[in-house]
Structures are given as structure tokens and as C-alpha cells.
């Protein structure tokens, strides 16, 4: 046999071990992708029935309930006010410490000289309209008298203490928020402007209010709660009768000369 036929067929088994290998090679590749795609599906079986095993066994199950969605809204302080240590108190509980943050409420005061309605400001004022809603709830305002009417420098009326002394409210106090944004101490409380005494201190805020009737010039320590909508002419017409001091004298600060009664005050619910 020829030396050129012996290459030739040298490399014919050459090319032939080399197709073969290579042919063995891609079964090999083609075996471990089966197999990784197996276990892959056999994975994705077992959570899927582990997830459908879940459901249909907790899923329906009255004992096992869902998780509760978490409280929206405003999370309130209210700090404890000792009703023994002050008789003027009047103690009928907390609100709750959650409170809603959004839109507005209604409050309606009926008074023995008319009605005022009040939008007030739950969005910035939650804490503050959280407590009257709940005071408003136990009946803390009616039947109490509006204590003081202040004719000069400050024209407001003043009401929401049970006693009418200018010393009472309920066991607990609150920090004031919704404080007006400006430099002019004149324009802080313009007329038709709702807002919460306190005693001059950080966190006395409690159930007295007062709506501002006329011009008046007070730093920017108080807690706005709304704004008169409806009935500002009543206070008007309050202010104008004057006021009077303990022996009925006219003063500029006293109460009002025509007492002032509120016979029911009522909130509408907050937006949840």
C-alpha cells in the first residue's frame, strides 16, 4: 500500500474520532442542560404547591386572619391633668391616641344667641380636632357657659371650660400645633379664626377656645383649629354688647355682659 493512501486514511479516522468526540461531548452538554432544566422544574413545582397547600389549608381558616393594615393618620400625646388636685376639671377619659390627618370636619355650636359653624382644620390641626371630636362625643361642651369676652387690644370670645372659672377643662392636656406662619403679630389671628387657649405654656392646650370676632395682635403660641363659616355675626353681636366684671361694671375684659350659654356643640366624624 501506498505511502499517499495510508495519509489519506490516517486522516479520515482522524476526522472521524474528532466528529465523534465532539458529537459526544455536545450529548454530554445537551444531559447536564436536561438535567439542570429538571431540577429547575421540579423546584418551581414544589413551591408552587407548597404556596397552594398554604392557602388552601390556612387560607379560609377563621382563626387565622389576615394581618391588620397599619394605622394611618396622626399619632396623638395626651398628658394627664390631675382632676383631684383641680375641682374645675372634669375627667371623661382620653381620645384615642391615633387620629386622623386629612380634610376637614364641621363643628356646629348651638348657642342660647345663635349658631356658629366651624370648618375645622383636621389636615393640620389632627391632634387638636382628635380631642374636641372626642369631648364633643361625651357632651364635654353643652350646657357650659362662655366665661370671658375681651373688647379691647384682643376681641374674642372664649368658651369650652365646664366650670366657667377660666380654670377648668379635662383631665388631659395636648401640644399645640398649627401655629401661624408669620411675622405680623397683628394678622396671626384674623377675624372668623378659631383657636385653643393655653396657659402661656408649651403643651397647656385643652378644651378652651376662642373665636376671634375683630382685629387683634397676639404672638403665634396658640392652636389654630378652623375658621367660622357660619355665624360670626352672632359673635359680633356679643362683642358688641360688652363685658362686664364680677360686680357688673363694664370692663374690657370680663365676662360677657348678654351670658353666653352653649347648648350643644357637635363635630362631625373625621375622614379615615
Known amino acids: 500500500m501506498s505511502s499517499t493512501i495510508q495519509r489519506q486514511r490516517a486522516a479520515a479516522r482522524a476526522r472521524l474520532e474528532r466528529q465523534m468526540g465532539e458529537r459526544l461531548e455536545e450529548a ?47 399619632v396623638c400625646t395626651w398628658t394627664p391633668e390631675d382632676a383631684k388636685a383641680n375641682k374645675n376639671l372634669k375627667d371623661v377619659g382620653t381620645p384615642p391616641t391615633e387620629a386622623s390627618s386629612k380634610g376637614t370636619q364641621t363643628m356646629t355650636i348651638t348657642t342660647n344667641s345663635g349658631v356658629i359653624e366651624v370648618a375645622v382644620n383636621t389636615a393640620k390641626a389632627p391632634c387638636t380636632a382628635a380631642a374636641f371630636t372626642y369631648l364633643a362625643s361625651k357632651n364635654f361642651f353643652d350646657n357650659t357657659k362662655c366665661h370671658r369676652l375681651t373688647t379691647e387690644g384682643i376681641k374674642v370670645l372664649q368658651c ?18 398649627n401655629l401661624p406662619n408669620v ?23 385643652g378644651s378652651q377656645f376662642f373665636l376671634v370676632y375683630g382685629p387683634t395682635t397676639l404672638d403665634s403660641n396658640y392652636t389654630v383649629l378652623g375658621k367660622i363659616t357660619k355665624g360670626l355675626d352672632v359673635v359680633e353681636k356679643i362683642g358688641a354688647a360688652g363685658a362686664v366684671d364680677k360686680d357688673g361694671k363694664a370692663t374690657p375684659d370680663g365676662a360677657p355682659k348678654k351670658p353666653v350659654t352653649i347648648t350643644s356643640l357637635k363635630i362631625t366624624p373625621a375622614e379615615s
Open 28 to 74: 454530554r452538554k445537551r444531559k447536564q442542560r436536561n438535567a439542570v432544566l429538571g431540577a429547575a422544574v421540579a423546584l418551581l413545582l414544589v413551591i408552587g404547591g407548597t404556596i397552594w397547600l398554604m392557602r388552601t389549608v390556612g387560607g379560609d381558616d377563621p382563626q387565622t386572619p389576615a394581618a391588620a393594615p397599619l394605622p394611618e393618620g396622626q
Open 160 to 177: 369650652g371650660d365646664p366650670s366657667a372659672t377660666g380654670m377648668g377643662g379635662p383631665s388631659f392636656k395636648m401640644a399645640e400645633e
Open 183 to 205: 411675622t405680623d403679630q397683628a394678622t396671626a389671628y384674623p377675624a372668623g379664626t378659631v383657636a385653643i387657649a393655653n396657659t402661656g405654656q408649651p403643651g397647656s392646650s
